[in-house]
C-alpha cells in the first residue's frame, strides 16, 4: 500500500511513519509533504496513492485546499489537533477524523477501515472513493468545546440541549455545563442525527431523552419540558407538531 502523507512538523511525521510501520510493515511512505502547494504540485505530476495521511495545518494552509484544487480520488485520514474542520473533512472523500496526539489503536482502526472498504470485490479507488461518499454521511459523534485555556470534549450522549440565544448557540449537558459551540442551528440540524435530535423551533434543538414532558397547548401548539431547563415556554408549531409526534414515536 503506497501512502502519501501530509505533515510540516518532522518530528510528528517521523513519529507516524513509524506508527504506520507497526500496525502494516507493508506500507509504503512515498512520499512526506509539508505545504499545499508542494502537495498539489506532486499530486499533478505523480500517480496518485492508494491513501492520504493530511495533517490538516500545512505550512501554508489547510491540507483541505489541496482537494479544492486537484481532483484526488483517493481515501484520506485527516489527523490534526483542531476539531473546527471535522465536518468539511468528512465531506470530501475521507475514511476518518483523527485528533492528536495521535492514538495508535485510533489509527489502527482507520487502516483497518479502509482494508475493508478496499477489499469489497477488490474495488478501484474510484469506486472506493464513491463508496466512501455514502460511508462518510455520518452525524457528529462529539463536541470539541473551548473551556478557559483548555479544550474539553463533550460525547453526543451528554448533550442535554442546544439552545440559541441572540446568534449564540449554547450547548448544555446532562450534567448541568454549559459551553458556547460555534456552530449555527441551521448547521447542527443538518449535522445531528434526525432520530436523536429534533429541531423544535428557532431556539432550540434537543435530544429525545431530555424531553421530560409533552401537553397541548393552544391552536394545535405543543409545550415541552426539558431537562435541565428553565425555561418554561418551549413550544412546537401546529406546523411541526404532527412531525414531532411522528419523531416521538420513532417514525
Known sequence: MNILMLEDEREA????????????????????????????????????????????????GISLDVFAKVKVNVPVIFITAYDEY?????????????LKPVDETELKAAFTKYHALKSNAAISNEHLYKLLEHVNNRYLSRFIVKYRD???????EQVCYLHAIDRIVFLHTLSGERYIVDNSLDELE????????????????????????????????LKLD?????????????????????WIAGN
Open 226 to 246: 426539558l431537562k435541565n431547563c428553565a425555561d418554561d415556554k418551549i413550544f412546537i408549531s401546529r406546523e411541526k407538531a404532527q412531525a414531532f409526534r411522528k
Open 190 to 221: 443538518k449535522e445531528l442525527d434526525p432520530h436523536l435530535f429534533f429541531r423544535l423551533n428557532r431556539q432550540y434543538i434537543s435530544p429525545f431523552n431530555s424531553i421530560q414532558k409533552i401537553s397541548n397547548h393552544f391552536n394545535g401548539k
Open 86 to 98: 471535522t465536518l468539511k473533512a468528512f465531506k470530501l472523500n475521507s475514511i476518518d477524523y483523527i
Open 150 to 156: 483548555e479544550l474539553r470534549i463533550i460525547a453526543i
Open 13 to 60: 511525521a517521523a513519529q507516524l511513519v513509524q506508527m504506520v510501520k507497526r500496525i502494516d510493515p507493508t506500507a509504503n511512505i512515498i512520499a512526506v509533504m509539508e505545504t499545499v502547494r508542494k502537495t498539489c504540485d506532486w499530486l499533478s505530476v505523480h500517480p496518485h496513492p492508494d491513501l492520504i495521511l493530511a495533517d490538516v495545518q500545512l505550512a501554508d
